[in-house]
């Protein structure tokens, strides 16, 4: 079982920075996979970025390859979402998710643990 807090959101003009960070309970935390979702209003939710269990395997959604930088530390059970050069479309409610399975698996199905999320809102 993983329990797991996002901070960091916030409103940025396109072409700012943000760090989102998500706080994981549990033991196994380094075990699992870890990923960053997002929901725009009106879309479906949609895979962003993951990381194997080390953090030396990545996995990024074309819109934000080159921008965004997940990482990971397992010794503050924390995941990272370094968010660069943001543009408007980019606002979403970012959702931390950990799953067992690894960083490749997380980009093609939901996994099994969510956040509450944490709003990012770009704006023009």
């Known amino acids: 079982q993983v329990q797991l807090v996002e901070s960091g959101g916030g409103l940025v003009q396109a072409g700012g920075s943000l760090r989102l960070s998500c706080a994981a309970s549990g033991r196994t935390f380094s075990s699992y996979a870890m990923g960053w979702f997002r929901q725009a209003p009106g879309k479906e939710r949609e895979f962003v970025a993951a990381?194997?269990?080390?953090?030396?395997?990545?996995n990024y959604a074309d819109s934000v390859k080159g921008r965004f930088t997940i990482s990971r530390d397992n010794a503050k059970n924390t995941v990272y979402l370094q968010m660069n050069s943001l543009k408007p479309e980019d606002t979403a409610v970012y959702y931390c998710?950990?799953?067992?399975?690894?960083?490749?698996?997380?980009?093609?199905?939901?996994?099994?643990?969510w956040g509450q999320g944490t709003q990012v809102t770009v704006s023009s």
């Open positions: 990381t194997n269990w080390s953090g030396r395997i990545t």
């Open positions: 998710a950990a799953d067992p399975t690894s960083a490749q698996a997380m980009s093609v199905r939901l996994p099994g643990y």
